[in-house]
């Protein structure tokens, strides 16, 4: 077995066989290269031949998921030009989010706005959904007093001073916050906001997480698509929109609308 091994993975740095005899003590520091090099393949000696993985089997379920979206019914899908132009201005705003994005982020943020932690999963679908949508049963006018507009009950909109505050990780992480709301529920003007936001400030190429995460998105708008009974339904530009930059601009094509 040991043969085999070399054979397919040659050294490339020659190595005699460590003879472990001749008094080698591993918590003396290498004096030499030979030594260092004895003590690495000394090390990878001790390890197993198999090593099994821990697997949590709650989030192997959560990301588990089939490839390829709903058709949408007839009259529902968007035309390829429609399609074309929504990338294109994507595509624009985009680039505007990355020229500007140290000029906002050096903008103060209004004493009302209080960023949760990048791991704060509930804080931050308060943050962007507002806790009107979190708490379940109907939630009567706001009482307070002030003027203005009570974002802690509406939800913050993506501003752009707000984005560009948040590095490649936070963006993932709350993505995937609103995609997994967004899988067991219906879809809102709020949500839409913010999958676009965070959709711009997603940086190409995807990372792993992000094309999973992206990927389920998608499917997820095709599927609330198929509950919505009229095409004139202010959702379905929207869900179209989120299905066609997921497949278009990030170059998931075999997610893409197709003309009916």
């Keep these: 077995m040991e043969s085999v091994v070399e054979e397919l993975m040659p050294r490339l740095l020659p190595v005699e066989p460590c003879d472990v005899t001749e008094g080698f003590d591993p918590s003396v520091p290498p004096k030499t290269p030979q030594e260092y090099l004895r003590r690495v393949q000394l090390e990878a000696a001790q390890c197993p031949d198999v090593v099994v993985a821990q697997i949590d089997p709650k989030k192997l379920k959560r990301r588990q998921t089939l490839s390829g979206c709903q058709p949408a019914p007839e009259g529902y899908s968007p035309t390829v030009q429609w399609q074309q132009q929504q990338v294109a201005q994507f595509s624009t705003v985009r680039q505007s989010v990355n020229k500007h994005r140290d000029h906002w982020k050096s903008q103060q943020l209004d004493s009302n706005v209080t960023m949760p932690k990048s791991e704060d999963e509930e804080g931050w679908k308060k943050f962007c959904l507002g806790e009107r949508l979190l708490v379940e049963g109907t939630v009567g006018p706001a009482t307070n007093e002030s003027p203005g507009i009570d974002y802690i009950q509406i939800g913050f909109p993506p501003l752009l001073s707000i984005v560009s505050r948040m ?58 698509r198929l509950l919505v009974d009229n095409k004139d339904d202010e959702r379905v530009p929207a869900l179209n929109l989120l299905i066609c930059l997921v497949s278009r601009y990030f170059d998931q094509r075999d997610l893409a609308d197709e003309p009916s």
């Design 167 to 224: 590095n490649q990780a936070t963006v993932t992480s709350v993505l995937e916050y609103l995609s997994n709301w967004f899988g067991e529920r219906n879809f809102t003007p709020e949500l839409g906001r913010w999958l676009y936001a965070l959709l711009a400030c997603l940086e190409k190429p995807l990372l792993p997480e992000a094309h999973s995460l992206i990927r389920q998105l998608a499917r997820r708008c095709s599927e609330v």
